[in-house]
């Protein structure tokens, strides 16, 4: 493209450039260009003032590269107040792109859909997050932008995972938790994940290969079926069991586990206890709930005395921390409970 430029032999380059930039003459659009033995300096406007040996001419410049935004909003066409009321953050579940959006705002979920599409490397789809609801835990979702269906693969870890977002549960926003959790499990245990999902705890163990036996449960079929195959693709069919049924069916039979795993963010507390009864002494529990910022000190010693009524003690807090923010006022939180 042509803009006007100061053309200046080379060896006298950089002492016009100094002038022009104190003068706030230089283009930031385009890229300083060579012609020979001459330097061409893109300018905003013509000197006010000679700046020898410099002479000022039209000349032709490269087009400047596409601005590549650094976030989704940068492309968005609506006002000002609206671009920065909309959340900063989103999921990437295989090419699939979910994000949560205040309802005052969804109104422009199209907007903000088409945006990601082209925002997200790979995407194919973009979707409402509307939350995770009912007992199987299946997530509520809006399609915004892109086309196809809601099953993907997702890779995590170094581990390749079958997800359906419209039937079974899965968030990726976990992948560090998987990870930590398999490198804590010891040569011989027992692993049982309750509420699985589709088995990224499960698969993560298996891989690693450490235990003897991984049980993963959750009350979904789609779930199930789909956590039989990420765990055949992490590792050999005597590693680990599938199975389709209840907590509360299920743990009674259960027998006993060195750890246990139960990740039921909203409700899973009524769970706790059945689910540490199967919990052999010495062993662990790994527990994942939504905690009010305001009950977050208390909340190890309540969880421990819940347990302690059921399953037989002493319990023990070995760990807790922050996974992520959930809301304004919560925390997913990861208990890891000892029994002595």
Known sequence: MRSLAAVVPRESAEVVRRALAHDGLLRADLAVAHSGSEVLFPLLAAPARAIPPA????????????????????????????????PRAFDVVG????????????????????????FVPGARLVGLDLGVHGETRVRRLERLAGGGPWTTTHRENGLTLDVDLERAYFSPRLAREHADVASQVTPGERVIDFACGVAPFG???????????VVAVDLNPFATELAERNLRRAG???????????IEAFAPSAGTCERAILNLPHGGVKYAPSVATTVARGGTLHFYEVTERSRADGRPE??????????????????????HAYSPTEDLVAYRLSRS
């Open 236 to 246: 050999p069919a005597h590693r680990f069991r599938v199975v389709t049924g209840s």
């Open 55 to 86: 002479r000022i001419e039209e000349r032709e410049f490269a087009e400047p590269p596409p601005h590549d935004p650094a976030s989704y909003r940068e492309g968005l066409d609506v006002p000002e107040e609206v671009r920065r009321a909309l």
């Open 302 to 323: 309540e969880l421990l005395s819940m347990i302690a009524e059921r399953a037989n003690g002493p319990w023990t807090l070995a760990e807790c921390h922050i996974v």
């Open 203 to 213: 698969a993560a163990i298996v891989r690693e290969a450490h235990a003897r036996e």
């Open 95 to 118: 090419d699939i792109v979910l994000i949560r959006i205040p309802e005052p705002l969804r109104v422009h979920g199209p907007a903000v859909g088409e945006s990601l599409l082209a």
